[in-house]
């Protein structure tokens, strides 16, 4: 009796604890080269994901469409977006994901979650160099094992993330954002309430940030660094790392692009390089993704 419950508790303990250590959460390739940490240099699309304030300290029109991988059957991202940050006093975003992930295993049984998110971004500068921006977010999830539909699994929610952003003319700037700050104790595993403080520091050429996001659910936080690097204006090159003190994961992450005015192109990824043995499962540990941006001024 004691083997069999020892058993039990392997099989459902490795499941249960990853889910809060990792949000349902996006990250395009420039984001996703630079470990997240954006919070307080973000603009443009990426501001939707990391802090909708950043929408509103920059001008330009742009479609943005982003597809992630791990090239092993466990995550695929499929990812379009719009801002238009010129039109008006209030600068406005919107998204669509669709994204399938494997996020754990009961035994030799896979755990599946895939579905869908929308987000809409609005943000307005305050005084000079100081905005606030909202996101609203409606995601629909679905749940597998083994390719299986759960009839009882998954979630749907309806969620807000709160940002504010100070750009100084210094090139230093500071953030502070709220995530996911409607309750639901169905979707908590996926949607956990968290903060996240950003200070960094840019040029025309080089640019430099740390970041901190807060679980309120698990306690504990998240800690990135991400720098990036203008070659000619043209050709930018970004690396950045992570540490999760609630798995003590550590993860590397770096990419590179091509821009001008008109274009982008950008490529990212991510690997985790150290996990928690309790943490330890063939899930997501790599991320690649690809994107492809148009710019209309």
Known sequence: ????????????????????????????????????????????????YVNPAGLALSKFYALEANYGDNF??????????????QAGPVAGGISYLNSSEIRGYIGAVERRLYGHRFDLALA???????????????????????????????FAKFDVDIGL????????????VAYNLIPDDEA??????????GVGWANDTFSLETDMRYNLENGKARFQLGASVTLGD????????????????????????????????????????????????????????VALRLLFL
């Open 124 to 154: 307005a500068a305050v005084v000079e160099g100081l905005s606030i921006g909202v996101t609203g977010r409606y995601v629909t999830f679905e749940e597998s094992r083994d390719d299986v539909e759960l009839e009882d699994g998954g």
């Open 234 to 289: 043209i050709f930018p090159i970004r690396a950045g790392g992570a540490y999760d003190r609630f798995d003590d994961s550590w993860d590397v992450a770096f990419g590179a692009g091509v821009q001008s005015k008109e274009f982008g192109l950008d490529v990212g990824y991510r690997q985790q390089v150290a996990v928690a043995a309790a943490f330890e499962q063939p899930t997501t540990p790599r991320v690649f993704t």
């Open 1 to 48: 009796m004691r083997k069999l419950v020892a058993t039990l508790a392997l099989m459902v303990v490795p499941v249960a604890l990853p889910e809060q250590a990792r949000a349902q959460s996006f990250e395009g390739a420039r984001l996703l080269s630079l470990a997240e940490a954006q919070r307080a240099l973000t603009s443009g699309n990426d501001s939707i």
């Open 165 to 176: 952003q100070y750009r100084l003319q210094s090139g230093f700037a500071f953030a502070a």
């Open 72 to 85: 092993e059957g466990g995550l695929r991202r499929v990812n379009v977006s719009l801002v238009d940050s």
């Open 188 to 197: 908590k595993p996926y949607t956990p309430r968290s903060y996240g403080l």
